[in-house]
């Protein structure tokens, strides 16, 4: 299970990176970000995962994705 989680953070890496790149995100931001992401991934990965646990993180996941939309329109970033 943790080697599953710990694939699904590495393969985040390039985005978040071009995401503090382009000034987008903070590194402050991107740590918090991948805290919650892997909290997110274990409770779903559990043995009895919680239809609550799915619906938290798809609300987290629209939430951040509506905030990197802001910052690029603001930032003049392009998709």
């Known amino acids: 299970m943790a080697d599953s989680v710990q694939e699904l ?8 990176k071009e ?3 382009h000034n987008i995100l903070s590194q402050t931001e991107v740590k918090a970000l991948i ?10 990965r559990r043995r009895a995962a ?6 938290k993180y798809v609300e987290y996941e629209t939430a951040l994705d ?9 930032l003049g970033v392009k998709e």
């Open 9 to 16: 953070m590495e393969a985040m890496v390039p985005e978040l």
């Open 19 to 21: 995401l503090v790149d």
């Open 35 to 44: 805290k919650k992401r892997t909290d997110f991934e274990y409770r779903l």
């Open 50 to 55: 919680d239809r609550r646990d799915f619906a």
């Open 66 to 74: 509506s905030l990197i939309k802001k910052r690029k329109t603001r």
